[in-house]
Nanobody
Framework: QVQLAESGGGLVEAGDSLRLSCSAS????????MGWFRQAPGKEREFVAA????????YYAESVKGRSAISRDSAKNTVALQMNSLKPEDTAVYYC???????????????????WGQGTQVTVSS
C-alpha cells in the first residue's frame, strides 16, 4: 500500500508558475513509477507527466511539454511537478499516482496506476 498526498495547487494568473508536490508513504517509494494526471470539469482524466523509478526517464503530454518538469526525491519520498507559463486550459484537479511497472502497462494510461492521491485544484485565470 502507498498513500499519496498532493499539495501546491491554487489560483494563479495566466503566465504564472506553480509547483505541485506529492508526498508518498507506505511501501518502498523506489518501487514505483510516479505520474501526474489532471481532470477538468466534464472531461476525462488525462496524463500530464511521469517519471521512472530511477529518475532516468521522464514523459510528458504534448500539452505541457517544454513548460513542465517532473522530478522525484527518493530521500524525501516526494515527486514534484513544476509548471510554467500556465494557461487557462491547464485548469483542473491534479492527481499524483503510483504504478508498479508490469509487462503490458504504460506510463500514460490512468488505468495502469495502482494508487492515487486525493488531488489538488489548479485554477488559471486569463
Amino acid at each position: 500500500q502507498v498513500q499519496l498526498a498532493e499539495s501546491g495547487g491554487g489560483l494563479v494568473e495566466a503566465g504564472d508558475s506553480l509547483r505541485l508536490s506529492c508526498s508518498a508513504s507506505g511501501r518502498a517509494f523506489g518501487d514505483y513509477t510516479m505520474g501526474w494526471f489532471r481532470q477538468a470539469p466534464g472531461k476525462e482524466r488525462e496524463f500530464v507527466a511521469a517519471i521512472s523509478r530511477n529518475s532516468m526517464s521522464t514523459y510528458y503530454a504534448e500539452s505541457v511539454k517544454g513548460r513542465s518538469a517532473i522530478s522525484r526525491d527518493s530521500a524525501k519520498n516526494t515527486v514534484a511537478l513544476q509548471m510554467n507559463s500556465l494557461k487557462p486550459e491547464d485548469t483542473a484537479v491534479y492527481y499524483c499516482a503510483a504504478r508498479l511497472p508490469r509487462s503490458g502497462t504504460t506510463w500514460y494510461s490512468s488505468g495502469h496506476y495502482d494508487y492515487w492521491g486525493q488531488g489538488t485544484q489548479v485554477t488559471v485565470s486569463s
